[in-house]
């Protein structure tokens, strides 16, 4: 198994990090404590992504913080990225193992029960479940599962797991005593006046749960 830190997964979205930039707002939330940056871009082609992964991995060398590019396997590979994160209409993950070679971090979206229980740890390093909540930032969302229902998957599932959908700075107990082993977030620090400020005080919060 892996080790990961998975505690502060930011999802970085275009569109919300209009203000300082996808690259520059990813540089803000390391800085603060952000553990996990996922390359989120669904209007983006396979060489935009790789130019956008290939900045961002420039700006988080040295940090030790993973970069992970969401469905796009080819655009993580030109990268030299740590990982990829799929949906389940997305490509197969005995797909993506098998041209990510066994090193590469490989995440999965569930949302529900029979998902988690069905996710293969041989294959699959984390787990992503939700949404908790409803949220904009992802159109096509399931239906928001709450803290109960994060509790009953991440119960049933094989792997580490992150809980994201709609989650803010003032979920970080609710998530972890649900099992969690990180939050995600978007529009939390993507959203934020300050993202360095926004992902330090996800940090601490994270801490002081943990400790």
Known sequence: MKHLDLSLYL???????????????????????????????????????????????????????????????????????DGVHVGQEDLDVCMARARLGPDMVLGLSVETQALARAVDPVVVDYAGVGPVFATPTKADHKQPIGFDGLACLIAVCPVPAIAIGGLKTDHVCDVFAAGAKGIAVVSAICGS????????????????VRS
């Open 193 to 208: 006046a300050d993202p360095e400020a926004a992902s330090r005080q996800l940090a601490s919060n994270i801490r002081k």
């Open 11 to 81: 999802v970085i979205d275009p569109d919300l990090c209009a203000s300082f930039g996808m690259v520059e707002t990813a540089r803000a939330a390391v800085a603060g404590g952000a553990t996990v940056v996922q390359l989120r871009h669904k209007r983006a082609n396979t060489s935009r992504m790789i130019e956008t992964g290939r900045a961002l991995k420039m700006a988080l060398s040295g940090t030790g913080a993973l970069l992970i590019i969401n469905d796009d396997v080819e655009a993580a590979l030109a990268v030299g990225a």
